[in-house]
Structure formats: structure tokens, C-alpha cells
């Protein structure tokens, strides 16, 4: 389980995408910029979101108003998986590609990825 990635709500979610961007932690003035133009938020709502997200241990600040991300993405993308097969599926993830195949979701490209890493997995 990924600490802190069951907190982060959606306003959180957009400054992790920010900073999982970048290679390198990221100052306080450019995270408000990116920000700024992207949501058009005020540098207090930017403030409040880092709090928040070094709160639930998303976030770091490290030198001098310096942030990095705690969580990567894939260890958030992962928990958001297992979540919506848990909390939508009832635990099945066969439900959740049976519910994308049957509403057009996913492109025969698509389904064929998904069906050569199966294989995958079958062989090892």
C-alpha cells in the first residue's frame, strides 16, 4: 500500500502531477507559476495544497522551499487500481475490462496489448 495516496483528493492530485513532470524537486514559485496557468489558481490555494499533501506524507519539502514527490506515480496509479476494482467491482478486475470492453473503451490495439501481456504472464 502507497502511504498517503488514499488522501490525496483531486485539487491534490493536480500539483502530484506537477511535480511527478518533473525530474527534479521543485520551488515553491514555480510549482504557483505551473499552477497558476494550468488551474488558474491563487499562490494561497498552491500553498494550501502542498500543506496538505506534506501533511499526508505525498510530499517533501526539502531545502529551502523545495518540493518532491514522496509517491510516485506508478505507486499512485497502482493504489487508484486497486481501489476502483475494490470499491466498483466488488474485488474483480475481470468486471472492470468486461465493463471497458462492453462500452467501447478500448481499441482493438488495445486489446490486443492487454492480450499479449496476458500470455505473458501465463508463460512465466
Known sequence: MCTG???????ELEVMKVLWSLPQPVSLAELRRILSARCGWEDSTVKTLLRRLCEKGAVRLERRGMYRAVITQAEYRRWSARHLVNKVFNGSAKKLVASLLSDGQLSEAEIAELSALLHEEEST
Do not use: G, M, P
Not at 495516496?5 to 485539487?11: C, L, T
Open 5 to 11: 495516496a488514499e488522501k490525496i483528493q483531486d485539487a
